[in-house]
């Protein structure tokens, strides 16, 4: 907690440095749907208050009650406040852009085609009336992008939901130590941080010399925290926040405001290629992202969970996490043959029954939730992994290892561990793939399979060496 507290007093010194020396913060923000706005805007469903702070204003947080149970998720309707947001939003929940407009509530309801269809008639009578048709592209655009994002949902397990306070949120991503933690910066400023489970690194938002959020890391070692070094090649124009870094020090996880997007803070996924230069990202499309905000997506492997947040269907100071079963790779649904409302449904997670037509695998989903949250409220400590010293002597993390070299080459072993158990899987999978192929795409195949065949005995014995290395090293 201590080494917590004293790195988000260093990333706020220093954040205040770096917007120092871009100039005066800029007022204008790309907003919700990456439009300039003059206000700067709170983050999701957050009541703020103002504190001053190096001489700028900063919104803060506060404590947050118990949440309680899930309700009952309705559709929109021209009446609900969290619906298509505003192009200029001053608030912190989204709201209809056109409270009455029925093309805004189309949209809202993932009526895309017939809101398409719509607007187009719209926009033509408005253009031979010499009427400005802005706000009618505008909504246009996004009711492109939905239909476009519709025929591509993930056919997703969501095996739970829960309604919490939105001041409450990281108490419910901060349950298992290995997933690293999340805090806020100093006098709870909205600003999330990211902190991997060794503590080495912090990723956050900073605002660049326009005032838009831009995701840094910040490395942090034994003389401290490093200057903060921004995130490059994502691709996403807006705001950046919320990030999620998996532990194989790869796969990023945040959130972003794009023209690309649903509107409001949508998930986005990317890799890291070299360096601190990543990948572009790509956006998660439904039934992670919707109208609202949605962001903190997080996956714990060791019990095969994610979990990720959003305030659609919400009240102003509530959000919803909905917990779910990863799959291995996108899985769509068919938009040619599968029912279209059984796909918007899906899409909108309105009632997440419409995701749990497996049985088994809902059961299963529900057993690995129960283990997790068991797990989190007992505070047992779970093994990493078991390496075997001696008939008496068994480590299960790397804490346990005292040699600083010693833990070094573990730290190599296990990832040598972590790289055969996915080339295993990969093997498994393309195999399964090949029996149910025919014989052109079997020869596509084919090279794949006898490449890992030959890469995997050989990472075996390289892991098998590893492991040898290390029990050399360990000090007792």
Known sequence: MLRRTIAALAITLIAGQAIAQNGEEKSQLINVFGKNVTEKKAQPNEKQ????????????????????????????????????????DQSASPVLLFPDNENAILVANLRYSEAI????????????????????????????????????????????????????????YNQNPELGSFYFLVDKDFTVC????????????????????????????????????????????????????MPDGLTLYFSA???????????????????????????????????????????????NIGMFASDRYQPADKVCLYYFVPNKSRQPYDYETDDHELICQASSLRSIATTQGN?????????????????????????????????????????????????????QWLQKKKNLASLEQQLDDLRNEYHASNAQKRNELKAKIEGLESRIPQLRTEVHEAEKEVRKNIDH
């Open 49 to 88: 208050t103002e504190v001053k702070k190096e001489g700028k204003v900063a919104p803060v947080t506060t404590v947050a009650p118990t949440p309680k149970p899930v309700a009952a998720q309705p559709s929109v309707s021209a009446t609900d406040s969290t619906a298509i947001p505003r192009k200029t």
């Open 194 to 245: 990211y902190q991997t489970e060794r503590g080495n690194k912090v990723y956050t938002a900073v605002p660049d010399s326009d005032g838009v959020l831009r995701l840094t890391v910040y490395n942090n070692d034994k003389e401290g925290l490093s200057y903060p070094a921004t995130l490059t090649g994502m691709d996403t124009e807006g705001d950046q926040n919320y990030p999620f870094m």
């Open 359 to 411: 049985d088994q695998a809902l059961k299963a989903g529900q057993r690995q939730l129960s283990k997790m949250r068991q797990s989190a409220r007992q505070g047992q400590e779970r093994h990493d992994f078991e390496f075997v010293v001696n008939d008496n002597t068994v480590l299960y993390n790397l804490d346990d290892f005292k040699n600083a070299n010693a833990r070094k080459l573990a730290e």
């Open 257 to 303: 405001r794009s023209d690309e997007g649903l509107g409001n803070y949508d998930l986005y996924v990317t890799r890291l290629d070299d360096g601190n230069h990543f990948f572009k990202a790509e956006n998660l499309g439904f039934p992670y992202n919707s109208y609202a905000n949605d962001y903190l997506l997080v996956i714990d492997e060791s019990y």
């Open 117 to 172: 269809r719509r607007l187009n008639d719209e926009i033509a009578t408005l253009k031979r009336k010499k009427l400005s048709t802005s706000d009618a592209e505008f909504l246009l655009h996004y009711a492109k992008n939905g239909q476009a994002y519709l025929k591509g949902t993930d056919h997703v397990l969501i095996i739970d939901s829960l309604v919490v306070d939105k001041k409450s949120l990281l108490n419910h």
